[in-house]
């Protein structure tokens, strides 16, 4: 796999924006996500991106993708508290299975603070 | 819809016994599912691909006969921690992509955290 990387903590006041970037290496990668893990659960799909999109909206999430800096972005609109969690930026990277692995960065915790 | 069951949450047992974990796939048929290790505060770190009817494909570094994978039908995949010792105690996480889904998304479970005595 290939690295991704992510800075490891944002403090953020509840109801500002949120920007969690992220950094990745491999440029065959189809997809990119982002999941959000809160203490002792799994990760959940917050969003993914094709590739060959600059950016994509889901309701107060928007992704952003600079594809020439391989650099991959998620804001959070109005940020509240249940946001505070982990959220991990991967991507999608081929094998000689028949299937694509992820390669996660390591996690980029936010604290919503009142 | 693509909601991923664990079983159990969380277990504790002695050191040298063996530990089962399911991952379920609820809502959808999954041909390929992983698992996966997760330390405090670390990222995930894939242990092994889980592919119905077939043998499981492991990672570099992970031993096979001491994480058994049995993935027997469409929608249960299990792994068996066998002659669990302390340093075993860990995080699992297992995913799911559904079958014939091109972006090959992965849908993940809630995770069973194991704890070896």
């Known amino acids: 796999g290939e690295d991704v990387e992510q800075s490891l903590f944002l403090s953020v006041r509840e109801g500002d924006s949120s920007v969690i970037n992220c950094t990745y290496t491999d440029s065959s990668s189809t997809y990119l996500y982002w999941y959000k893990q809160e203490p002792g659960a799994g990760l959940q799909l917050l969003t993914y991106?094709?590739?060959?999109?600059d950016m994509k909206q889901d309701q107060r999430l928007t992704v952003l993708l600079n594809k020439k800096d391989k650099h991959l972005s998620l804001r959070i609109a109005d940020t509240q508290t249940g946001d505070s969690a982990i959220y991990f930026c991967?991507?999608?990277?081929?094998?000689?299975?028949?299937?694509?692995?992820?390669?996660f960065g390591a996690g980029t915790q936010v604290v919503v603070t009142p | 819809g693509a909601v991923v069951s664990q079983h159990p949450s969380w277990v504790i047992c002695k050191s040298g016994t063996s530990v089962k974990i399911e991952c379920r796939s609820l809502?959808?048929?999954?041909?390929?599912m992983f698992w996966y290790r997760q330390f405090p505060k670390q990222s995930l770190m894939l242990m092994a691909t889980s592919n119905e009817g077939s043998k499981a494909t492991y990672e570099q570094g992970v031993e096979k006969d001491k994480f058994l994978i049995n993935h027997a039908s469409l929608t249960l995949s299990t792994l068996t921690v066998t002659s669990a010792h302390p340093e075993d105690s860990s995080f699992y996480i297992c995913?799911?992509?559904?079958?014939?889904?091109?972006?090959?998304?992965?849908?993940f479970g809630p995770g069973t955290r194991l704890t070896v005595l």
């Open positions: 995913s799911a992509i559904l079958a014939g889904d091109s972006t090959d998304t992965q849908y």
């Open positions: 991106i094709f590739s060959n999109m």
């Open positions: 809502d959808f048929q999954a041909t390929t």
């Open positions: 991967a991507e999608i990277y081929m094998t000689t299975d028949s299937w694509g692995k992820l390669q």
